[in-house]
């Protein structure tokens, strides 16, 4: 399979929200078309949601196992079947997101006092460095670039799922990757690489589909997979300061 086949077979980067093909030529209104500034305010949305959420899982950590199931639940609903219907699904998503990982964040600042300001500090640092980068022209999408993140990110999945698997089925699952040797925290960096380099092809999807003048709900969704793909490098991130800390 060639590198452009296999982008048009898999998708635009590693991210599930660009499973489904959006390309294409769309006639209508200019009033209901994406812009670049109504994805941006609708990201904005989505994160005072998640923080107002994770404020609620903070202090009721209960709620974060059912919360992490409702978001999970309700990122297949958007991805699979209603992009459409993301201006309602997205904000839900993201609060309940947000509480699961107030609950995630509360257990490891336990263990470590102040790791969850650094996380903070890490995602949005991160965040800013790869905007200005994508926006400048020093890291371009370019084919290799999107198949390059596209199979380290299914990689990592792989290895999560097995790791996943093996647990169930009463093993120990990969140890190694979840270490704190050489090997762990190298696991760790090159996962936070690919989330952040994720990062470079959502930012493009986005002024992708506002220069194709794709439906407005699309700033929902162009948000929605902004969030999706924070959240993991979030969770990454505090994996990786609590490796650093052991």
């Known amino acids: 399979m060639s590198k452009h086949s296999a982008l048009n077979t898999f998708g635009r980067s590693g991210n599930p929200a660009f499973t489904k093909n959006f390309s294409g030529s769309y006639d209508i209104p200019a009033n209901e078309r994406m812009t670049l500034d109504g994805a941006v305010n609708?990201?904005?949305?989505?994160?005072?949601?998640?923080?107002?959420?994770?404020?609620?899982?903070?202090?009721?950590?209960?709620?974060m196992a059912p919360a992490a199931i409702i978001g999970f639940i309700l990122a297949m609903v958007t991805i699979f079947r209603s992009p459409s219907k993301a201006g309602s699904t997205a904000p839900l998503y993201s609060f309940s997101?947000?509480?699961?990982?107030?609950?995630?964040?509360?257990?490891?600042?336990?263990?470590?006092?102040?790791?969850a300001i650094q996380a903070i500090g890490l995602t949005f640092g991160i965040l800013a460095s790869l905007?200005?980068?994508?926006?400048?022209?020093?890291?371009?999408?370019?084919?290799?670039?999107?198949?390059?993140?596209?199979?380290?990110?299914?990689?990592?999945?792989?290895?999560?799922?097995?790791?996943?698997?093996?647990?169930?089925?009463?093993?120990?699952?990969?140890?190694?990757?979840?270490?704190?040797?050489?090997?762990?925290?190298?696991?760790?960096?090159?996962?936070?690489?690919?989330?952040?380099l994720n990062l470079v092809l959502d930012f493009d999807f986005i002024e992708d589909g506002a220069e194709k003048g794709m439906p407005k709900y699309m700033e929902w969704?162009?948000?929605?997979?902004?969030?999706?793909?924070?959240?993991?490098?979030?969770?990454?991130?505090?994996?990786l300061l609590a490796k650093l800390r052991r």
């Open 97 to 115: 997101q947000g509480i699961f990982l107030g609950g995630v964040t509360m257990i490891f600042e336990a263990s470590y006092p102040g790791i």
């Open 131 to 196: 905007l200005f980068c994508y926006k400048s022209g020093i890291i371009k999408p370019t084919e290799n670039f999107r198949l390059m993140v596209f199979s380290g990110t299914v990689g990592i999945g792989m290895v999560y799922l097995i790791s996943i698997l093996m647990n169930m089925f009463g093993g120990t699952g990969i140890s190694l990757i979840h270490s704190n040797g050489l090997f762990g925290i190298g696991f760790s960096l090159f996962v936070v690489a690919m989330a952040s």
């Open 221 to 239: 969704y162009g948000a929605f997979a902004l969030m999706v793909t924070l959240i993991w490098l979030y969770m990454e991130i505090l994996r």
């Open 42 to 63: 609708k990201t904005g949305i989505l994160l005072s949601l998640c923080f107002g959420g994770a404020f609620v899982g903070w202090n009721i950590p209960s709620l």
